[in-house]
């Protein structure tokens, strides 16, 4: 039905930045909001930005300021421009779809930030 596709992580130094994408198999963006979650070994996953159908944004407080969630022109592929990036944002993340049928994720996409 849906399929979801994180990139753009990798191993960055901190203080650098990194882009991740979200594609999605069709233009679902238009239609529901799209978060992003991250997951750290040992811990619980948790949000950290939201856009809304509208253009909203919302960011957890540890990345506020230095995270930023955006749609690209096409309307096919969320973004997650990460910059200032601290070793305690190393995680796994996670593309993620509400809908009223169910949520949607991807398989996630591994960043690792070094001091």
């Known amino acids: 039905q849906v399929q979801l596709v994180e990139s753009g992580g990798g191993l960055v130094q901190a203080g650098g930045s990194l882009r991740l994408s979200c594609a999605a198999s069709g233009s679902i963006f238009r239609l529901n909001a799209v978060n992003w979650y991250r997951q750290a070994p040992g811990k619980q996953r948790e949000l950290v930005a939201t856009?809304?159908?509208?253009?909203?944004?919302k960011y957890a407080d540890a990345v506020k300021g230095r995270f930023t969630i955006s749609r690209d022109n096409a309307e096919n592929t969320v973004y997650l421009q990460m910059n200032s990036l601290k070793p305690e944002d190393t995680a796994t993340y996670y593309c993620n779809v509400p809908t009223a049928w169910g949520a949607y994720w991807g398989k996630g996409t591994l960043v690792t930030v070094s001091s």
């Open positions: 856009i809304t159908t509208g253009g909203s944004t």
